[in-house]
């Protein structure tokens, strides 16, 4: 049974031209997403891979309701998403935890806007605190949590409302590899129980292989579905310690980085040749943008 489904979308932006001798203030589109369709199953956990600039934070975006496509339409259970809602729940790079609020107090965000009385709240939280390992932290503040804790709380607060769908935007970017290693490993055992639809984007194929049912390889701008992978990998043999050396996962990775390579160097030309003079996306190198924020990068090149 299809859960999400993307029928050709096509996303622009206006942006600054700055370039060909036109005044700084005139404006230019720029094609983010162009013709995307996509089918993402009910119970699946699908991976969207891209190189930088590609457009997948921009078709998450629209999943999530956050923006709408200039044309198509994406669709849950054969409905027409117009805007967010608590079938969704959300997980992006930064943990955008409150910083007045303690890990419950977090993770209860959203049952508050259920209207969920106090004692119930309580009794969720503390189970999906549990279900990410942050037993004994209850209490403590965002500023009183490593980078791999605000994560988890971020984690337990999308579950908790119990949403049909959790969205991750390169959720595990920002943390060191010991960290990720760790909280891909407890994603999967989260889908494993709750048999979520999963829909997560990420620069690393080799995340992608660990995680994904299917991976989804995008173009470079304007992104596309350029061919859909499928992984044939178990969970179960996920979880083995050295799942990365098996032959099925070196041929998996081998696959999706020829398929992707091709579309990598047209990302990395296509930065080259920005008409911005002084431009911070990644040296215009194309490289991995994890660590930058929308607010520096030039609004020339501001499709993720």
């Not at 029928?7 to 203030?25: E, F, H, M, W």
């Not at 409302?161 to 970017?173: G, I, W």
Request: charged share 25%.
């Amino acid at each position: 049974m299809t859960k999400i489904e993307s029928v050709n979308v096509t996303k622009s932006y206006k942006i600054r031209d700055l370039g060909n001798g036109k005044s700084p203030d005139a404006d230019t589109e720029l094609l983010a997403l162009d013709q995307v369709n996509l089918e993402i199953k009910k119970g699946e956990f699908l991976v969207i891979l891209g190189p930088s600039g590609c457009g997948k934070s921009t078709f998450l975006d629209m999943v999530c309701g956050l923006s709408k496509p200039d044309q198509g339409t994406i669709l849950i259970d054969g409905k027409a998403i117009d805007g967010p809602g608590l079938d969704r729940g959300i997980v992006f790079q930064q943990y955008a935890l409150f910083p007045w609020r303690t890990a419950r107090k977090n993770v209860e965000f959203g049952l508050e806007a259920q209207n969920i009385d106090k004692h119930r709240r309580q009794e969720i939280s503390q189970e999906y605190l549990n279900m990410v390992g942050l037993q004994g932290f209850e209490n403590r503040y965002p500023y009183e949590l490593s980078g791999g804790m605000k994560q988890r709380v971020a984690i337990a607060r999308a579950l908790a409302f119990n949403p049909e769908v959790l969205l991750m935007d390169e959720p595990f970017a920002a943390l060191d590899a010991q960290t990720r290693d760790i909280l891909q490993r407890t994603l999967l055992r989260i889908k494993a129980q709750t048999g979520k639809t999963i829909l997560f984007i990420t620069h690393s194929i080799d995340e992608a292989v660990f995680l994904a049912d299917r991976v989804a390889v995008m173009t470079a701008r304007p992104g596309t579905i350029k061919e859909i992978i499928e992984v044939p990998i178990s969970r179960e043999e996920k979880l083995m310690d050295d799942v990365q050396s098996t032959p099925k996962f070196i041929k998996t990775r081998y696959a999706l980085w020829e398929t992707l390579k091709e579309e990598v160097d047209k990302a990395q030309e296509i930065c080259r040749s920005c008409p911005v003079e002084e431009c911070s996306f990644a040296e215009k190198a194309g490289g991995n943008l994890a660590g930058l924020t929308p607010e520096s990068i030039p609004q020339k090149v501001r499709v993720q």
